[in-house]
């Protein structure tokens, strides 16, 4: 469970890209467009599944975002049967590791989320894998819940490669598919283990960059 590749963006539309596994020191500015379409917003708390490489770290950024009521990890695009960490890791039953984010629309909008996950949750660019975590379990998919948000997806990701944000063509996925949650042991893993290795060489940078950089919409 780890990511190599950190892409991090300012709420003003500029990112930081970390070149260096966990490190702040080989950083570099890319312009990323706020998306140009969203999802309605209503007055409805609203779902959005997300997958990029350990739910760990993807579960820590959402949980401060302002508007987000609950963030659990768990596993998409697999069956019931086999939505169990053990055989998720088999890289065998077509899930994903992936969070499920219940928020408020009337604070913060489904392409604000996108916006987070492209820019911060995880590289959108690697195929089947996060760093040294390899295999489809750990790849870059969005579980559209909606036609609506399936739409937006789609077209912020067609906006984003035609703005050329990233140095190589987004390789995210839009998907179908449940989502199951993971075993009580991983969730909240963030806030349970701060001294993890995995937490502190990976997730932590991430979440303090997601803090100073999406301040106004951060907790």
């Known amino acids: 469970m780890a990511r190599s590749l950190i892409a991090f963006v300012g ?26 379409v969203d999802v309605p917003r209503s007055g409805k708390a609203q779902t959005a599944v997300f997958a990029g490489g ?14 987000v009521k609950s963030v659990t990890s768990g596993y998409a695009g697999g069956t019931a049967a086999t939505a169990t960490y053990d055989q ?75 703005a050329h944000v990233f140095p190589a063509k987004i390789v995210t996925r839009i998907e179908q598919g449940q989502f199951f949650a993971a075993e009580d042991y991983h969730q909240n893993f963030f806030d349970r283990n701060p001294y993890h290795p995995y937490i502190v ?6 979440l303090a960059a997601f803090k100073a950089a999406f301040a106004p919409i951060a907790r």
């Open 11 to 36: 709420f003003a539309g500029l990112s930081i890209a970390a070149l260096s596994a966990g490190s702040a020191n080989a950083e570099r500015a890319v312009a990323i467009p706020a998306a140009k």
């Open 54 to 67: 350990c739910f760990w770290g993807m579960e820590a950024v959402f949980e401060h975002v302002k508007g």
């Open 88 to 162: 998720v890791s088999s890289e065998t039953t077509g899930h994903a590791e992936a969070v499920k984010i219940i928020y408020d629309p009337a604070v913060v909008s489904y392409a604000t989320l996108l916006r987070v996950y492209f820019s911060v949750a995880h590289d959108p660019t690697q195929l089947n894998r996060q760093g040294p975590d390899t295999g489809p379990s750990y790849r870059s998919a969005i579980f559209a819940q909606t036609p609506q948000q399936r739409a937006v997806a789609a077209a912020y990701i067609a906006q984003l490669d035609k």
């Open 201 to 206: 060489h990976w997730d932590k940078p991430k």
